[in-house]
C-alpha cells in the first residue's frame, strides 16, 4: 500500500502516525504481521462469493442508475431554464427521495424488459449456454434484442463476455 503524505507537514499533523497506522492495517489484511498465519479471507464466510461475477453484475446495475439519474437531472435543468421551476424545489428532502426511488424503479424496469428479452431470446434459440455450469452465453449477431440481451447477462452476472456468433 503506498500513501503519500508531505514530509513538512508529518510532524505537525501526526503524518507520521497516519502512515505507520496504515502500513500496520495494510499488513494484517495480508497476513504478513508477525505471527499470522493466514491472510484475511471473505470467503471463508461467504463460501458462495465470486467477486468477478458480483462485481460485473454491481456495475451493470450502476452504469443504468447513472444514465437514469443523468436523465432526471436533465430533465430538472431543462424545468429550471425552460419552464422556469424555481431552483428551491430540487433541494427539498421529497424531491431527493422521490429521485431515488425514481432512479430505482428505473432498474427494476430495465432489468425486467432486459430479462423478457432474454427469456425471448432463449426461445428464438438466439442463445446458447456454454460450458458445464451454464455461465458462459453466446448471443447471435442476429437477436432482434441483442442490446438487452447481453444486459440482462450482466446484471445475472455471468462469467467472462458474452461470445457473439
Known amino acids: 500500500m503506498i500513501v503519500s503524505v508531505r514530509g513538512d507537514h508529518q510532524a505537525a499533523n501526526g503524518g507520521l502516525f497516519f502512515v505507520a497506522y496504515v502500513n500496520r492495517f495494510d499488513q494484517v489484511l495480508r497476513g504478513t504481521r508477525a505471527g499470522m498465519k493466514t491472510k484475511l479471507n471473505l470467503t471463508m ?3 458462495n462469493l465470486k467477486a468477478p461475477e458480483t462485481a460485473r453484475a454491481f ?3 450502476l452504469i443504468v442508475a447513472s444514465a437514469a439519474a443523468m436523465l432526471i ?3 430538472a435543468l431543462t424545468a429550471i431554464f425552460v419552464a422556469g421551476v424555481p431552483e428551491h424545489f430540487f433541494e427539498t428532502a421529497i424531491f431527493r427521495l422521490a429521485v431515488v426511488v425514481l432512479i430505482l424503479s428505473i432498474v427494476a ?3 425486467y424488459f432486459a430479462r423478457s428479452a432474454f427469456v425471448a431470446a432463449i426461445d428464438r ?3 446458447t ?3 458445464a455450469q451454464r455461465r458462459l452465453v453466446s448471443v447471435s449477431a442476429t437477436c432482434p434484442r441483442r442490446k438487452l440481451v ?3 447477462a450482466r446484471f ?3 462469467v467472462g463476455d458474452v461470445i457473439s456468433e
Open 59 to 61: 456495475r451493470a446495475h
Open 45 to 47: 464466510w461467504l463460501p
Open 150 to 152: 447481453i444486459l440482462h
Open 156 to 158: 445475472a452476472g455471468f
Open 125 to 127: 434459440n438466439d442463445v
Open 109 to 111: 424496469v430495465t432489468r
Open 129 to 131: 449456454f456454454l460450458g
Open 73 to 75: 437531472q436533465l430533465v
